[in-house]
Every structure is written in C-alpha cells, then in structure tokens.
C-alpha cells in the first residue's frame, strides 16, 4: 500500500490494474483496462490518443468522479476504493482542481462570484479578493462583473483557469481545455494555462488531441482502445 504523500517519493497519485467497464446493447464494454500509472509532486503529463480511446473515462476515475469496476486508485496516499461521494470530495476539496473542455461555469453568476463560489467551498480566506487577484492573473480584472453570457469562449475558459489556480492545487486535471476554442485563442489559453501552472508548480495531468502540447509535458501516456502506454 502506498505511503501518505511526503513519505515516499512524493507520489501524489498512483492507480493499479485500473479497469473500466459497462453494459453495452451488445453486452460488457471495456471502456479501460489494466491501467497503471503514477504523478509526482510537480509532474506535468500529457494523457493522448484518438477519440473514444478512453481519456477522459481515465481521467474521471483517476480524479475519483467515477467509479472503477476494477484496480485501485491512490489519491494523496488514500485508496478511493469503498469511499462514497461525499468521501471522495471532502479528499480533493482544496487540494484538487478542474478545468474542462465546456468551461464548467454557472450562467447565474458573474465571473468573479463563479470564482469565488469554489473558494468558499473550499474554506480560503478572503474569497472575493482571492478572486479578484486570479482574475487579474489571467487578464480579467475588467470583465469580473461580466456573466458567461457575456464572455467570450476564450474569456470563459480563463474564468475557469483562474477559479481552479486560486485554490492553489496539489494536482489539477485538465479535460481537452482547448476543444472548444479556435486555434489562436487555445493557443492563448494553454500559455495561461501553463503561466499559472509554472507559477504554482502544481502536478498537472492534461488530456489532448494538441500533440505539440504534448511536447510541453514531462511525461505522454498514450491511450488506445482501452490500453493505456508510455509514449506515444
């Protein structure tokens, strides 16, 4: 069994034998097999492969916003096999961030309160200036007043990097966060993206079709029909 973070080697998150299966018409779907992996403290890997290769079904269970029908997933030295919802959470409430393909943003509130909201869930002292500062941080000090409605898709997608930097997170999972943006403006995104990251020097795990994003990572891991392998 894996020891707490900071007792051995850093590892912030380790899965072994991760499976992934459901019920399909035709019968069982292997949707993963057999994965196994590690992140330290600080890594920054790049997770590719072709659509419906299952990316993203290994990113939700390693984040532990699915379960596994097999293999065990380690989180800060806490197995998350046998923990419920709520268990899995209160795990990665502070320490864990999210940003994904469709921005995640709530159409009632600005960008600032969608900001503030997550770090007032996660208890951090002085939420709305916490907010103010990270959206100063990725060029938004103008438009905090602004609904999703009223923002640009690349405007939005920084929203949602600065509501998951401010936390400051040990490890942030990242979901094809360019997908929905033009070329020049998932250019611009990922240069935020990886400004932040540099900053915080937090472990960054990153699915994607960019293959020169890719290249950025310290580490490919490459799925492809299920399996998944180093490299490319």
């Known amino acids: 069994m894996t020891e707490p973070v900071g007792k051995s080697k850093d590892i912030l998150l380790q899965a072994s034998g991760l499976a992934k299966t459901v019920v399909a018409p035709g019968g069982e779907l292997c949707l993963l097999s057999g994965a196994d992996l590690t992140v330290s403290t600080g890594e920054v890997v790049a997770v590719v492969g ?95 007043h602004h609904y999703p409605s009223q923002l640009s898709g690349g405007e939005q997608q920084r929203v949602a990097l600065a509501r998951a930097f401010a936390l400051s997170p040990q490890l942030l999972f990242a979901d094809e966060p360019t997908g929905n943006l033009d070329q020049a403006t998932g250019e611009l995104v990922m240069e935020v993206l990886f400004e932040l990251r540099d900053r915080i020097g937090c472990a960054l795990v990153l699915v994607t079709h960019d293959m020169a994003l890719a290249a950025r990572c310290d580490r490919r891991l490459t799925v492809r029909d299920g399996q998944l392998s180093e490299g490319a």
């Open 50 to 144: 072709p659509s419906g290769a299952g990316k993203s079904t290994l990113l939700g269970l390693l984040a532990g916003l699915d379960a596994a029908s097999a293999g065990d997933v380690q989180l800060f030295g806490q197995s998350l096999i046998g923990m419920d919802e709520d268990e899995r959470a209160k795990l990665r409430r502070g320490r864990v961030a999210f940003v994904f393909q469709n921005f995640q943003l709530l159409p009632g509130l600005n960008a600032q309160e969608n900001v503030q909201w997550a770090l007032e869930l996660a208890d951090i002292p002085s939420p709305s200036d916490a907010a103010r500062t990270a959206l100063g941080q990725v060029g938004l000090s103008e438009r905090v």
